[in-house]
Nanobody, 119 residues
Framework: QVQLVESGGGLVQPGGSLRLSCAAS????????MAWYRQAPGKQRDLVAT???????NYADSVKGRFTISRVNAQNTVYLQMNNLTPADTAVYYC???????WGRGTYWGQGTQVTVSS
């Protein structure tokens, strides 16, 4: 069974920082991109950042210069360092990954972790 598990969310004051982690487990290989998305209440799920195996990254304009995505291929883990957080960053954050397993190739999602930015 392939699983992605996020951690690191919580409550933080404006201007603060959080580091999210997402670890994939199971008999699988992450052949492609890993990414972070977020979904605020009543809104669609939006892409935050992506990273491919070579380390090349891409960010939403709203987080450029504040968030940093990174991954450790040997540990099947992706991170999101979030700095200078604002209330607009409040959302459930989800990771996903392009994975190959005995069931074939597909995109898998984690269960999400809540990030709340409030004073």
């Amino acid at each position: 069974q392939v699983q992605l598990v996020e951690s690191g969310g919580g409550l933080v004051q404006p201007g603060g920082s959080l580091r999210l982690s997402c670890a994939a487990s199971g008999d699988m290989f992450i052949f492609g991109a890993m990414a972070w998305y977020r979904q605020a209440p009543g809104k669609q799920r939006d892409l935050v950042a992506t990273i491919i195996r070579t380390g090349s990254t891409n960010y939403a304009d709203s987080v450029k210069g504040r968030f940093t995505i990174s991954r450790v291929n040997a540990q099947n883990t992706v991170y999101l360092q979030m700095n200078n957080l604002t209330p607009a960053d409040t959302a459930v954050y989800y990771c996903n990954a392009d994975i190959e397993s005995k069931w074939g190739r597909g995109t898998y999602w984690g269960q999400g972790t809540q990030v709340t930015v409030s004073s």
